[in-house]
């Protein structure tokens, strides 16, 4: 990667961070999440506790890290960051819990994807905040039993269903995330073109938050997008056919389907005459992994009504065929 796009990758992560809400009350959409979860942190403050392990499930954009970092913040706690895949061996998680403060918080994002023998020393840890630490190798090796402080485990995940039992089981809430209706995501663009300075037309917040799929990064993605295309083809300022001809050029669709999400109801309806398909054979027809298109592209399809997940596989809706312009053949399968 040449360093001109490395710069612009950081400075996207940047503008993501500097629109990212920072107390619940500005966490927009999700009602019933932010009821739940404010509950949950203020039943905890009034006895003085740490508040039981909260568990995020959630398609990638829809507010996961966000609000494990409002979580800490509305507790007034320090926030350590990890993830599952950067956790490849039970020492690597021994390390990070041995150095937690007393009612921090430890935010595990891609939970599902963390080592198996680490994810037993979560367990302990997270239920009587201890680990054992293994000395030694073969029939001498001894355990060491460490105490951990009492903090808060704040674990995401994509796949919840990917969770064995007895870690999902030791999270005292978990919260579903949903997709955002189209007014939700015009709060959101209007909050985010306020901070990033921009004037931004209702009529332009209301066609970039239907074409956002559902999904709060996209929207703010999108806006910056449409702010690129308004200060060079004009004043700056966003209006809809701004926005209309910047998610044109991006190749963003009148429903937010984007490359990924045409490529797989393109294959789906032109190689596999409308299904049903296996999800990993749909994945290769498209060049991507099928975890990609299984927390992507599919949930975004299926919540619009393109895709149908049947036992035998995913299939074509109507729907599909008459968005892709095509006539369904004659024994195609909904
Ligand atoms: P995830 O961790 O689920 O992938 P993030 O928490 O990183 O998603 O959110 C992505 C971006 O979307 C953040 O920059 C944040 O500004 C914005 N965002 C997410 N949820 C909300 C929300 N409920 N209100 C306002 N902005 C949000």
């Known amino acids: ?34 009821e739940q979860l404010s509950l949950v942190l203020r039943g905890a403050q009034r006895r003085g506790r740490a508040p039981d392990h909260v568990l995020l499930s959630g398609g990638p954009g829809l507010g996961k890290t966000t609000l494990a970092m409002i979580i800490a913040a509305e507790l007034g706690a320090p926030l350590r960051i990890s993830s599952g ?10 390390a990070v819990l041995s150095t937690l403060h007393e ?15 680490a994810e ?54 978990t919260a579903h995330m949903d997709f955002y209706a189209a007014a939700d995501l015009e709060r959101i663009l209007h909050r985010s073109a306020g901070l990033l300075g921009v004037e931004v037309d209702g ?52 429903h937010g389907l984007d490359r990924l999400d045409r490529a797989v109801l393109e294959a789906l309806c032109g190689k596999f005459r409308g299904g049903p398909v296996g999800l990993s054979t749909l994945a290769v027809a498209v060049g ?15 919540r619009s009504g393109f895709v149908a997940r049947t036992p035998r596989g995913r299939v074509a809706t109507p729907d599909a065929w008459s968005h892709l312009g095509i006539a369904p053949p004659p024994d195609a399968a909904f």
Request: proline letters at 6%.
């Open 1 to 34: 990667r040449d360093a001109v796009s490395a710069d612009a990758d950081t400075d996207e992560r940047a503008l993501e961070g500097a629109l990212r809400p920072r107390l619940l009350e500005d966490f927009v959409g999700q009602e019933r999440v932010r």
């Open 85 to 94: 895949p950067a956790i490849e061996r039970s020492g690597d998680l021994a």
């Open 103 to 117: 009612g921090e918080v430890l935010f595990l994002d891609e939970i599902h994807r963390m080592a198996r023998p």
């Open 120 to 173: 037993e020393m979560l367990y302990v840890a997270m239920e009587d905040f201890r680990v054992d630490v293994m000395v030694g190798k073969g029939p001498g090796a001894t355990a060491i039993p460490l105490d951990v402080a009492p903090f808060t485990l704040v674990g995401a995940t994509t796949r919840a269903g990917l969770l064995p039992a007895p870690l999902r089981d030791r999270f005292g809430f």
């Open 203 to 254: 009529d332009a917040a209301a066609e970039i938050a239907g074409r956002s799929r559902g999904t709060p990064r996209i929207a703010n993605r999108l806006l910056r997008r449409v702010r690129d295309y308004a200060e060079v083809h004009g004043d700056g300022r966003l209006t809809r056919d701004t926005a209309c001809a910047a998610l044109a050029l991006f190749e963003v669709d009148g």
């Open 288 to 302: 991507e992994e099928p975890e990609t298109v299984e927390v992507v592209a599919e949930p975004f399809l299926v």
